[in-house]
């Protein structure tokens, strides 16, 4: 084993350890506010505090490392740090905890060397460590993956799907269902990008891929053409609006997003009644421009029977995924959830 596969083990476990027993980091920390000298932890309550999160990233990289290898100068960047830094994004990610990709990229891009002035706490701790002893490192490193184990966001657990049971009724029974549940669009943005991403993925993934953004980021703000879209490279050749709304609210904007964006159409997907079909033939054929108008519910159903039972699982993970990262109430993440066990889709719930 390496020093860094170790660092990176333990920081893991002790942050695992606290989010499957909450009450154990609290003691952890109490502990370490008495073991370590004050103005140590007023040091860690900053950065971890911090909104630039590479900085806390950087200190559980470090501490880990010191613990593992006394010898290390910690304010300079250890040998495979970048990889534990990017394992770390991922590892707190997966948890339900802010988390970047590499800190390291935005605390020292082309330099070994961190403590560079930017973040006098940080710069602080990472002296103060490297001429601590191993108590106070482990006290310090307890201290830090408890305080970033308590902001793990309260989500359950994506649950084990039945594939057996996602037939194409049980499957648009519960997608259907989830639409009627108030949500800011969430539901709609998210179930259709994730079919339409499985079903893309399945069939050109070697030529095309599906993008969607957060629910309350505009297009512009996300240089989207869509709330979701189908790329190649950094061209957008489909994109779709999606919204819970009446498709009449999307109608306006459609000609100058396609003339933005360099598009040869654009595609509303909405709530679209029956009754409305004539109105909204009328409106689209006013318009120069290719535009086209699905009702949401009708499109879910579509996409939903050309996808076999394993990739409908792929598409139900998907769209948690989507929810859990993409927009910011938990709640609905929590609905998805509930509402596959009581559908009867998850392993143990029976046929």
């Not at 639409?179 to 079919?195: D, I, K, M, N, R």
């Not at 709304?245 to 595609?267: G, M, P, Q, V, Y």
Request: with cysteine; net charge negative; aromatic share 6%.
């Amino acid at each position: 084993m390496s020093t860094g596969t170790d660092a990176r083990d333990k920081v893991f476990a002790l942050i695992d350890g606290f989010l499957a027993d909450p009450a154990s980091g609290e003691a952890v920390i109490a502990v370490a506010r008495e073991a370590l000298p004050p103005e140590v932890v007023a040091d860690l309550e900053s950065v971890l505090a911090d909104r630039r999160i590479s900085y806390r990233d950087g200190v559980l990289i470090q501490l880990g490392y010191g613990l593992i290898d006394a010898e290390l100068d910690l304010t300079m960047r250890p040998e495979g740090g970048r990889g534990m830094a990017q394992h770390l994004g991922v590892f707190l990610s997966e948890r339900h905890i802010t988390a970047v990709k590499d800190a390291y990229q935005n605390i020292a891009k082309n330099t070994d060397r961190l403590a560079r002035g930017n973040v006098e706490e940080f710069d602080r701790l990472l002296r103060w460590a490297t001429d601590a002893g191993q108590g106070e490192r482990e006290a310090a490193l307890d201290f830090a993956c408890a305080s970033v184990a308590a902001t793990a966001r309260p989500v359950l657990p994506m649950p084990d799907l039945n594939r057996s049971s996602l037939t194409f009724a049980r499957t648009t029974g519960f997608l259907l269902d989830l639409l009627t549940v108030p949500s800011g669009g969430a539901y709609e943005q998210f179930s259709f990008a994730a079919l339409l991403h499985t079903l893309v993925g399945n069939h050109a993934a070697d030529q095309v891929r599906v993008e969607t953004k957060s629910l309350n980021a505009s297009d512009r703000s996300s240089f989207a053409a869509g709330d979701v879209q189908i790329a190649t490279g950094n061209r957008p050749i489909e994109a779709f609006e999606v919204t819970a709304n009446n498709w009449a609210t999307k109608i306006d904007e459609a000609s100058k997003t396609i003339r933005d964006n360099d598009l040869s159409r654009l595609h509303i997907v909405a709530t679209r009644p029956d009754d409305q079909r004539g109105t909204v033939n009328e409106r689209l054929v006013q318009l120069a421009e290719d535009v086209a108008v699905l009702d949401v519910r009708q499109a879910v159903e579509v996409i939903t029977a050309i996808l076999t039972r394993p990739q409908r699982a792929e598409a139900l993970v998907r769209m948690y995924e989507y929810l859990d990262r993409y927009q910011p109430d938990t709640e609905r993440v929590n609905e998805v959830v509930r509402r596959l066990r009581a559908a009867g889709l998850v392993e143990g719930a029976g046929d």
